[in-house]
């Protein structure tokens, strides 16, 4: 009798201490760099809590990111282009070309970028990245 109260009251608190499904909702979203379409990047959605972040790829100026972990999140937006100049240790080393980071730091790095994903809600976001030419 004792062991059958014991199971019982472990198998209660176990069902508890499962993952629970945390409410999401499906974002999308547009970035320009200085007005026009940012043709190629990514976007990443970095929530406080674990397991909670998301990202997705920027074509044409658009993004898609399902089922989002609603909650607050700080943005990053990465694009690259080729570099200019080859490095030479890249060359020596067969890296291929390099490339360069072109949203600047307070956009992805160190960004101050924020959203507010919600639930029963469109979450469309937009973002202006703006950068000296």
Do not use: W
């Amino acid at each position: 009798m004792a062991a059958a109260v014991v199971s019982i009251v472990g198998a209660v608190l176990l069902q508890g201490c499962g993952p629970t499904k945390r409410p999401a909702a499906d974002v999308t979203g547009t970035v320009t760099l200085n007005g026009k379409p940012l043709a190629d990047g990514s976007v990443s959605l970095i929530a406080a809590e674990p397991g909670a972040s998301a990202s997705g790829n920027i074509k044409g100026g658009k993004f898609s990111i399902p089922q989002v972990i609603v909650g607050s999140k700080k943005v990053a937006i990465t694009a690259y282009k080729a570099a200019e100049k080859q490095d030479k240790a890249l060359d020596i080393m067969g890296g291929g070309p390099a490339s360069v980071q072109i949203i600047p730091d307070e956009y992805n790095t160190n960004t101050r970028l924020t959203a507010e994903i919600r639930e029963g809600v469109p979450n469309d976001l937009v973002f202006d990245i703006k950068v000296k030419e």
